[in-house]
Nanobody, 125 residues
Framework: QVQLVESGGGLAQAGGSLRLSCAAS????????MAWFRQAPGKEREFVAV????????DYAVSVKGRFIISRDNAKNTVYLQMNSLKPEDTATYFC??????????????????WGHGTRVTVSS
């Protein structure tokens, strides 16, 4: 089982940027599609972005497309989420998740195998 640890959350002003990182515990991370989800207080968890095993294919939620960039460095067993032009509505706890090797890119959290504990992002207006 892959253990995932998120970092990089914090407080940002609207219009600012943050970069989240998700470090995986083992090298076999390289075979896994990776995704970011978020959950705001009182709301359901929602899909943010997903990336395939080599970084060649990505998909984004409409709400973040053009502002957020997902990437990965397989040599470092790490996936990133660069968040630009932040808005107050981006305030949430952000989770990274790994899917089974070879699986299709999915926006459904139910299909993901492993989850981190989350990192909190607060965007002030």
């Amino acid at each position: 089982q892959v253990q995932l640890v998120e970092s990089g959350g914090g407080l940002a002003q609207a219009g600012g940027s943050l970069r989240l990182s998700c470090a995986a515990s083992r090298h076999s991370f390289n075979d896994h599609p990776m995704a970011w989800f978020r959950q705001a207080p009182g709301k359901e968890r929602e899909f943010v972005a997903v990336i395939n095993w080599n970084g060649g294919i990505t998909d984004y939620a409409v709400s973040v497309k053009g502002r957020f960039i997902i990437s990965r460095d397989n040599a470092k067993n790490t996936v990133y989420l660069q968040m630009n032009s932040l808005k107050p509505e981006d305030t949430a706890t952000y989770f990274c998740a790994s899917n089974f090797p070879g699986s299709q890119l999915s926006r459904s959290g139910a299909e993901y195998e492993n989850w981190g504990h989350g990192t909190r992002v607060t965007v002030s207006s």
